[in-house]
Nanobody, 130 residues
Framework: QVQLEESGGGLVQAGDSLRLSCTASGNTFSNYRTAWFRQAPGREREFVAIISGSGRSTFYSGSVKGRFTASRDDAKNSVYLNMNSLKPEDTAVYYC???????????????????????WGQGTQVTVSS
């Protein structure tokens, strides 16, 4: 298993950029595909992005595609979410989540369903002011 910890959240203005980090401890992190989710107050947890264990494959939700980029550095046991052109609607607590298995599954539901991920960080707050 792995333990995950997010960092890098904060308060920014619309149009700004931010980079979130998710650092893992435990087993070999490259054996895990890792996703980013977010949850705004009063809303369900929402899929944002996923990256394969190798880092060569990524997939994004439509609301962030073209603005957010996921990457990973397994030498540092870390996954990153670079967020550009931030909007007020991006305001949420952001979580990283991992599941054993490096390859992205073909099923969209397996990629974006939070129930598919047994390992979660505690979350980091991102607030975008208008």
């Amino acid at each position: 298993q792995v333990q995950l910890e997010e960092s890098g959240g904060g308060l920014v203005q619309a149009g700004d950029s931010l980079r979130l980090s998710c650092t893992a401890s435990g087993n070999t992190f490259s054996n895990y595909r890792t996703a980013w989710f977010r949850q705004a107050p009063g809303r369900e947890r929402e899929f944002v992005a996923i990256i394969s264990g190798s880092g060569r494959s990524t997939f994004y939700s439509g609301s962030v595609k073209g603005r957010f980029t996921a990457s990973r550095d397994d030498a540092k046991n870390s996954v990153y979410l670079n967020m550009n052109s931030l909007k007020p609607e991006d305001t949420a607590v952001y979580y990283c989540a991992a599941v054993l298995g490096a390859v992205l599954p073909p099923s969209m539901r397996s990629r974006n369903n939070p129930n598919e991920y047994p390992y979660w960080g505690q979350g980091t707050q991102v607030t975008v002011s208008s």
